[in-house]
């Protein structure tokens, strides 16, 4: 610690008529730990400070597969719940309907209109073959509460690090209605300075509007911001198209740490 560090320094008085030597450096740190100035006067009082300054000035990310992951697989809830609905498919073989319906070529401007119902009620149909109303409705309120799903490690964490270091946040997300309720359920709503949903701005990624959306709501340009995102074609091509950096969650990053690291970067002033 800066301080043990200094006191340690100080041995006891003597009094002998000589000229003090120069104090030792004083660092002052954030809240965070990560922002620090360190300044030592020279002779002349040449000294030089360094202080640490985030590399990026606004961060986006992504809700689904980044920000908000599933407490269990998608084919586990599906299985479990419609056991009481007669619905007896494998796990395996949910996953597989699953990937298929949610790949496909979707033939309407967006996938998620308001609730996203439409769209949901298909994939569920053809990962599962049920077509009962209420096992439809029993999944789909499933995973309109924040006990469905969980931060991944540090998060909650890096999140305020960086709000504390002065980022620009926001959540970039194809998602339907109910993705302000997860946010809030989970604790992190009111960490954002935007929550930028296509189903209420009418775009989805990749499409430029809605990342620039983003943009002008937090005031921060595309070359000083980063997105983090988990879809080569929606988060990266998108992101990149308009002059946005974007890291991919899994592969340029694996965890909220390693985001904080790349963000928050000393460097001479």
Not at 91 to 115: C, H, M, N, V
Not at 133 to 147: I, L, Q
Request: glycine share 10%; proline share 6%; aromatic share 8%.
């Amino acid at each position: 610690m800066p301080a043990a560090a200094a006191a340690a320094a100080r041995g006891p008085l003597l009094h002998l008529r000589r000229t003090p030597p120069p104090p030792p450096p004083r660092r002052s740190f954030s809240s965070s730990g990560m922002r620090c100035v360190s300044a030592a006067a020279g002779a002349g009082g040449g000294g030089r400070e360094r202080r640490s300054s985030p590399a990026f000035g606004g961060l986006l990310l992504d809700a689904g597969g980044t920000l908000l992951q599933l407490a269990r697989p998608v084919a586990q809830t599906y299985a479990s719940l419609g056991r009481r609905y007669g619905m007896s498919k494998s796990e395996e073989s949910i996953k597989e309907g699953f990937k298929r319906a949610f790949s496909a070529p979707w033939p309407k401007t967006l996938r998620y209109q308001g609730d996203g119902r439409p769209f949901w009620r298909i994939v569920v149909a053809e990962a599962t073959e049920c077509t009962n109303n209420d096992y439809f409705e029993e999944v789909y309120e499933y995973y309109a509460h924040g006990d469905a799903w969980r931060l991944p490690a540090g998060a909650y964490e890096t999140l305020r690090d960086l709000k504390d270091a002065g980022v620009k946040l926001a959540v970039v997300s194809n998602f339907d209605t109910r993705l302000r309720k997860l946010l809030k359920d989970l604790h992190v709503s009111d960490m954002f300075d935007a929550i930028v949903v296509s189903s209420e701005v009418g775009h989805e990624k990749p499409a430029p509007e809605i990342f620039k959306r983003a943009l002008d709501q937090i005031g921060v340009e595309a070359s000083k911001a980063v997105h983090v995102g988990d879809d080569e074609t929606a988060d990266k091509a998108g992101a990149n198209a308009i002059g946005l950096e974007c890291w991919l969650w899994g592969q340029d990053v694996r965890t909220f740490s390693e985001i904080q690291d790349r963000i928050l970067t000393r460097f001479p002033q």
